[in-house]
């Protein structure tokens, strides 16, 4: 069904920025809802960005402005760049298909913190 594979976090000062890669295998970006997600210590995952295979993308209120998700096509793969990051941006960010997800991959960590 395929796998998820996440990378690019880190530790990073407010205001600093960071861009996540998502490398998809078994299905292809370019023909499905891509969405970026994540999950705070003791809360729920979250959607925080969506790119359609047609149309615009979409930001959570609490990243727009900041966060900017995108594909690769060539290399199948779903990125996030984010700029301006808070405090309250640290979590494990996850990629996964919109419409029909598979399992979960690891997730990359990023804190945000001085």
């Known amino acids: 069904q395929g796998q998820l594979v996440e990378s690019g976090g880190g530790l990073v000062q407010p205001g600093g920025s960071l861009r996540l890669s998502c490398a998809v295998s078994g299905r292809f970006v370019s023909w499905n809802d891509m969405g970026w997600y994540r999950q705070a210590p003791g809360k729920q995952r979250e959607l925080v960005a969506a790119?359609?295979?047609?149309?615009?993308?979409t930001y959570a209120d609490s990243v727009k402005g900041r966060f900017t998700i995108s594909r690769d096509n060539a290399k199948n793969t779903v990125n996030l760049q984010m700029n301006s990051l808070k405090p309250e941006d640290t979590a494990v960010y996850y990629c996964?298909?919109?419409?029909?997800?598979?399992?979960w991959g690891q997730g990359t960590q990023v804190t945000v913190s001085s």
């Open positions: 790119i359609p295979t047609i149309g615009t993308p």
């Open positions: 996964n298909f919109r419409t029909v997800p598979i399992n």
